[in-house]
Every structure is written in C-alpha cells, then in structure tokens.
C-alpha cells in the first residue's frame, strides 16, 4: 500500500462516521441531571478529589471569614516552597534540576555529597544501547518529535531483560535510566528529523556525563555544541518548574492510571507523553509566540498601551490570530491572581533578554501581561482572577534561547519525567486499587434485531464503495 492510499479516507470511512455521530451525541443538559463532573472537575472548574499525593501541591485559593477567596499561587514539591527551592539554587550559583529530581523521587533534600553522589549516578546512566540511534531514532523518521519519543521510550522496553520487573528498586533503576537519558532521546530524535524533514547537515554530539540536563541538551542541539552559562541556567530553571503540577495534572493522572494495572515502566511513562503530546496540555507555549508573532504585525508602537488594548479587544471578539477568541498564556485551570512558576520565570526573562539585545521585546510582553489581565476582567465574567501562566513566558525563552518550536513540548516532558517517575513510584508504593471511575450509561434498551430484518447498513451501497 502507498502512502496515498494509506491516509485516503473513503466513502465507507465516512459512512461509518455519520452513524458514530449520530449515535454519540450526548445532550449538555444530561451531565448536570447526572451530576457529571465533566472533566473531572466541579462546576467552579475544581479537580475532582482523586487521590492523594505526596510528591506536590498547589495553593490557589485560602479561608478569610470562612468564604473561600483566591490567593497569590504556590506550588510545593514534598512540602517545600518552590520559589525558596530556586531562590536556594540560585544563591548558590548551581544547576538544581538534579537536586529537585532527588527530591520529587525520594522525599528528602539531599547533602552535598549525597547530591554529588546522585549526579554521578545520573551521569552513568546518561547512555543509550548499542546501535540504538540507528536502528530505531534514524530508521524511521517521527515526523513529529513526541512521537518519536513515545515509540523510543517503548522500544526500550525490548532491551530491557527486566522490563516488566516492577520492584521498586528495578523502577528506581528504570526511572533514573529513562530521566538521564532523555536529553538525548529528544535531541537525537530533532536532529533526525530536523535532516530527513527540513534538509538540514545531520550533527549528533555525544554528550559528556559530567554536564547537567540543562547543558546536556543545549550542548547537543547547538551545531557548535556551545552555550552561555546564563542560557543553561534559565533552562535549568525552566526544568525546575516544570517538574512536576500534582497528581491531577492529566499526564501525571494518567501515569497513575496506567501504573495502577500493573504494567511496566516503559509502558507508563510513554502514555504520559502521549498525553503531554495534546495542545491542551503541552503546546500552550507555542501559541503564545504564535500570538506575539501575529500582535507585532498589528502593533506598531509597542510601548502603546491603547494599541494593545485593541488588538486584546480583538482577540477576544475572535477577530485576530486564530480567531477562536482566546488569549493564550493568560489563566489557569487551577492558580487565579497569580502562577509562581511564571512569577519565578519573569524575574529572569529581563536577564536573558539584555544578553540577546531584546529588551523592547521583553517590556511588551510583560506590558501585554498587564494589560491582558486588566481587559479580559473587564470583558468576561470570571470567578477568579486571570494572570500569566507559565506558558505565556516560557515560549519567548526557548525562542531566545534558539531552541526550534519542535523541542518545546519534548523540554516540557523532559523535565515532567522526574514527576512522573515520582508518581509512578508513589502509586507502586500504596499498592494500590486500579483507578477506574464511572461512566454512567444512557443508551436506551433496544431488542435483538436479525440481521435478515435490520433495514439500515453500516456501509454504502455497493455503488458507493471503493473498487
């Protein structure tokens, strides 16, 4: 079979999805009369409690007069404060994804010489198998590069004699495996495809185990193999909020539920980039430099407040950019008056900016954060408040860092894995019941119909099909 062939939807395809349709409309009305909480969330968009979790938390809202009020957002990882975890690093002039990774898999803050100990581990276990980059990441060209990552997490699996061993110290030894390597499997798998798909010299660097994740990567992906410390340390910051978001967060939700059947590591951790893959979870930050692409060719004085305005007023009538009247960057299912991993992230995005000479670039987007919060209170009816989430800054980083828009979801999943191994670990740990919530079914009872009696087919008429 060609290729045309093989992606060509025919007239039985069609068919058979007119009926798909016509039979799996649900009436809205239905989920409030079955009290659904679609989504797994209540009516004020809450999660649904699910489980519980020691590995993070997020505090969005507190008790003042015992009503429920929004708050400035926190995000903890094992009880610590996020932004006292980076104000430590940072003091300390050190790389901390490592530190943090430690911390989500274990509980504990480790010494210097455990650390020392841990990145050394790390630096071991940054390694692929013999043979592997040829025969699995250059054979087959992903055209997309989650995808490539999710067929290389799986296709560990096959060289691993103990895959399906899930003890804890055969799953520590799995996650730490697949966390170091990482850097990797994802710049391999950009370089690949970034030769066989834009025509681009294939370089592969291998990387020194001494380096960081953060070094890691940019040293593998730069022709040169050349970075400045201040890039690797705000990529280094953007692994460490991007660790992990609590058990709820749909990746981590799905590395439970699918550690829950008892399956293997392999199998997990490829399920949570698959999730990762969707744009409603992993690709925010690519919108957001789309949008800021399309306002600086409406917005000429960007230090005009007025003009900004009116290209937000346009957003939102879903008369600019994609049209679908969203702001992208700008709220949170969870945080209301604020996100810390964007307030952590802004604090350095100015630094980064004077270094590559676009801090006319950078006050417009932390004007447009301004103001974006001010216009959509004003034209939209929200039950909290709305901010800049992390996506609305991480984007321009990687950008000015010349990270192509292909790795910024595989960058995101690079630092998510440290969570999800935490999870995956966490939920081995409880021993757990598989996680299996209810769908309530409304299909009416219908009676057996003989096939020789039923007057409708599932296909076309013979003149209709393909020959």
């Not at 010299?201 to 020194?208: A, C, E, K, T, Y």
Request: glycine content about 6%; hydrophobic content about 35%.
């Amino acid at each position: 079979m060609n290729r045309h062939d093989f992606i060509r939807i025919t007239p039985g395809v069609h068919s058979l999805t007119k009926k798909l349709e016509r039979n799996s409309r649900i009436d809205p009305a239905l989920y409030a009369e079955h009290n659904v909480k679609r989504g797994l969330r209540d009516i004020n968009g809450q999660g649904v409690v699910a489980g519980l979790t020691n590995i993070a938390d997020i505090h969005a809202y507190e008790k003042v007069d015992g009503k429920v009020q929004p708050c400035d957002g926190k995000l903890y990882y094992r009880g610590y404060d996020v932004e006292d975890l980076v104000r430590g690093i940072i003091e300390d002039q050190r790389f901390g994804f490592e530190e943090i990774t430690y911390l989500l898999l274990t509980g504990d803050l480790p010494s210097a010489s455990r650390l020392g100990l841990f990145q050394q581990e790390m630096g071991r276990h940054r390694t692929l198998p013999d043979g592997f980059v040829r025969d699995i990441i250059m054979e087959a060209p992903a055209n997309n590069v989650m995808n490539g990552l999710a067929r290389s997490i799986l296709t560990l699996y096959t060289y691993d004699e103990r895959a399906d061993d899930i003890s804890l110290p055969n799953v520590m030894r799995q996650c730490l495996q697949l966390i170091a390597s990482f850097p990797m499997l994802a710049a391999y798998t950009y370089c690949v495809y970034d030769h066989y798909h834009n025509g681009n010299s294939l370089v592969l660097h291998v990387p020194p185990k001494n380096l960081s994740q953060a070094e890691t990567l940019l040293y593998m992906i730069r022709p040169d193999k050349s970075y400045t410390e201040l890039e690797a340390r705000i990529l280094d910051l953007c692994l460490i909020v991007h660790a992990d978001h609590g058990g709820g967060n749909n990746s981590a939700f799905t590395t439970r539920v699918v550690t829950s059947t008892g399956t293997d590591t392999y199998s997990a951790i490829a399920s949570a980039l698959c999730s990762l893959k969707g744009p409603r979870h992993g690709g925010a930050n690519i919108k957001v430099r789309h949008m800021f692409e399309d306002l600086k060719s409406h917005v000429k004085d960007w230090d005009s407040d007025e003009e900004i305005h009116r290209y937000l007023d346009a957003l939102l009538d879903k008369k600019a950019f994609d049209h679908t009247g969203l702001v992208y960057g700008m709220g949170h299912a969870v945080y209301s008056k604020s996100d810390p991993r964007a307030m952590v992230l802004k604090d350095f995005v100015y630094k980064l900016s004077k270094e590559k000479g676009r801090e006319d670039e950078c006050n417009l987007y932390m004007k447009f954060d301004k103001i974006a919060g001010e216009v959509i209170a004003e034209r939209r009816k929200i039950y909290k408040g709305v901010s800049a989430n992390v996506d609305f800054y991480s984007g321009f980083v990687y950008d000015m860092l010349n990270i192509p828009e292909e790795l910024y979801t595989p960058i995101f999943a690079m630092a998510r894995i440290s969570g999800w191994c935490a999870h995956r670990l966490e939920e081995l740990c409880q021993n757990s019941k598989i996680i299996r919530p209810a769908y309530n079914g409304i299909a009416p009872r219908q009676e057996y119909v003989k096939i020789a009696d039923r007057r409708d087919s599932l296909f076309p008429p013979v003149h209709m099909r393909d020959k």
